[in-house]
């Protein structure tokens, strides 16, 4: 038996990810890369979240594959099912119904100021309801466990606020039962794209994949954005401005970092060789993704029992949850008799 996720002074943490497929370096630097460091601390539930993708273009026909290479994803980044739980949204029905119970409480207004909500509804001609309860759902996701911290990217900061006011309405309408769990949020703040759009992420197609390959990664490096002042090779150069330093921070060790800054800064480095640099050290921290994937990829049984731990783990704790849920909101009439 496990005795860190035995441990009852351990916090309770969860975060979620859509299945998009392969994780690619803006959700692995701006959120994964912590789920990792918080496996060791806390007792984590990490869900991968199916029935919020859903909404929008996903794909039926793709989504049990995307879901499994998201499994396979989080394994190879270093989750450790021995240290935590990964499991996977639609596992766990309880989420649901609760997600229903939340939705009498969460004021429609609230709903309809939500960033992700405003930017993603004006693709819509005819906007599904659930765009706009997504975040009911995630609220759902959350509390149902309990949890009291939540791993995310600094896009999620909000759904976090949306779901402490969800948990502060029900417990004072029904009586205390929910946390309000606190968005954890890495300090490298939101991951911009190569192409230097404001958010790097695989709908845009402005990152990199975890698994690719030196070539591939090379490709989508080589063309990033970085100080647009910056027109000839000796020109001195702004890294506080560069995209590609900032990669740099995320990634390279300190020593390496400083002789680039100084480098970059006198103009006697040029944006190329800055950026082959990158690549390399891209490519040597995916290696060991790239390996650990081809060993899940070849004992898949492997990973759907692991799956299946999880979600039983996952599901006697959210059983718990909703049975006390229900009580309180009055849904267990055989009670009275
Ligand atoms: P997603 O891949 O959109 O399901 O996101 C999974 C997690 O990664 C969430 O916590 C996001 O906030 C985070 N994330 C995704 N893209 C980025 C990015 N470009 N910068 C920082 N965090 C990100
Ligand atoms: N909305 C999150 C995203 O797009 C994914 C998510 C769903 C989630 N449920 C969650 C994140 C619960 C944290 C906790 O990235």
């Not at 002074?9 to 994964?32: C, D, F, W």
């Not at 005819?126 to 959350?142: C, E, K, W």
Request: aromatic share 8%; hydrophobic share 35%; with cysteine.
């Amino acid at each position: 038996m496990n005795k860190r996720i035995e441990d009852k002074s351990r916090k309770r943490v969860l975060s979620g990810i859509q299945p998009t497929g392969e994780v690619h370096l803006g959700n692995y630097l701006g959120a994964l890369r912590q789920w990792v460091e918080m496996q060791d601390h806390y007792d984590c539930f990490y869900s991968i979240v199916d029935q919020h993708a859903i909404l929008g273009d996903g794909d039926p026909a793709t989504l049990p594959s995307r879901t499994v290479e998201m499994a396979i994803s989080l394994l190879s980044v270093g989750l450790d099912p021995e240290k935590c739980t990964i499991f996977v949204q639609s596992d766990v029905p309880e989420h649901l119904e609760l997600s229903w119970m939340f939705n009498t409480v969460a004021p429609v207004g609230d709903l309809e100021r939500m960033t992700q909500y405003k930017d993603k509804s004006a693709r819509y001609d005819s906007i599904p309801a659930g765009l706009l309860n997504y975040p009911i759902l995630q609220a759902a996701d959350i509390l149902i466990y309990r949890a009291e911290a939540v791993p995310v990217g600094e896009d999620q900061k909000q759904h976090l606020e949306l779901t402490r006011d969800i948990a502060r309405k029900w417990n004072a309408r029904y009586g205390e039962l929910f946390p309000e769990p606190e968005a954890i949020v890495p300090s490298v703040g939101r991951i911009r794209g190569l192409d230097g759009n404001k958010k790097m992420s695989k709908s845009l197609g402005n990152t990199v994949g975890i698994f690719s390959e030196q070539e591939e990664v090379w490709s989508g490096i080589r063309t990033a954005v970085t100080d647009p002042q910056r027109i000839r090779k000796d020109d001195p150069g702004r890294p506080e401005v560069c995209n590609v330093f900032s990669l740099h921070r995320l990634i390279g060790d300190q020593g390496k970092i400083s002789d680039i800054e100084i480098q970059c800064l006198a103009g006697s480095r040029g944006c190329v060789d800055c950026k082959k640099i990158l690549s390399d050290d891209v490519v040597n921290q995916f290696a060991p993704f790239r390996e650990k994937a081809e060993y899940y990829r070849s004992d898949i049984n492997q990973v759907l029992g692991l799956l299946e731990s999880g979600r039983d783990k996952a599901r006697k704790i959210a059983r718990d949850t909703l049975k006390e849920a229900r009580q309180k909101m009055g849904l267990d009439w055989r009670s009275i008799f």
